[in-house]
C-alpha cells in the first residue's frame, strides 16, 4: 500500500517543483493556403545566441516531425560560421526541396526577480524540500511562415511567453518547450480552418 501512495506523491511533487511555461500566439495565416500541404520544412531561428538558436530549432523540429512533416535546422543545413549569399541560400532551399520556411525573431525579452517561496514536505522519515527566489522571464518573439515555391508569407505572427523558475536557464528550456508545442499546434489549426 505505501508503494501506491509514493507513486501519485512524487507525481505532485514533480508537478509542484517543475516549471510549466505560458506562450500565447496571436497570428494571421493566408486565407487561400493550406499549411498542411508542406512536408519539408526549414526552421530558422534568428538570434545572436547560437546555444538558444539550437535548443529552439531542436524543440521546434521534434514537434514537426511528431506531426509527420519533414523539418530541417538551419544551424546544420547552414553552419552558422560563415555568411551565405542569397544564391547560395537559394541553392540549400532547392537541394533540400524546403517548401515552407519558419522563422522566428527575438523581440524582447524581460527578467525579473519572482516570489520568493520555501516548500517543505515529510517523504519518507525526512524533509524534501524548496526555497528560492524564483526568476520570472518573460520573452516576445515575431514568427513568420514563407512558402518558398510561391514567394510569399502565408502567416505572421507573435508569441508572448514566460515561465517563473528558481534558474534562468529553467525558465528559458521550459519557454522553448512551450514555444514549440503552441506554434506546431498553431499550424495545424490553421491548416484546419
Known sequence: MQKNISLPLLLFLALILAGC???QIESIAKPDSDLLNYDKILIFCN?????YRIRLESEIKKQFERN??????????????REYSEAEYDEI?????????????????????????????????????????????????????YDTRAGEIVLKGTASSEDEDDEFEDCIE???????????????SASKN
Open 174 to 188: 521550459s519557454i522553448f518547450e512551450s514555444l514549440a508545442e503552441e506554434l506546431v499546434g498553431k499550424y495545424f
Open 68 to 81: 509527420g512533416k519533414t523539418a530541417f535546422k538551419s544551424s546544420e543545413v547552414m553552419p552558422p560560421l
Open 93 to 145: 532551399i532547392l537541394s533540400k526541396e524546403i517548401e515552407l520556411l519558419v522563422e522566428i525573431k527575438l523581440l524582447n525579452m524581460y527578467s525579473s526577480s519572482g516570489s520568493t517561496s520555501s516548500f517543505m514536505m515529510p517523504v519518507g522519515g525526512f524533509f524534501l524540500g524548496r526555497g528560492s527566489s524564483e526568476v520570472k522571464l518573460s520573452v516576445d518573439f515575431d514568427i513568420m511562415m
Open 47 to 51: 538570434f545572436d545566441n547560437l546555444k
Open 21 to 23: 511555461a505560458s506562450t
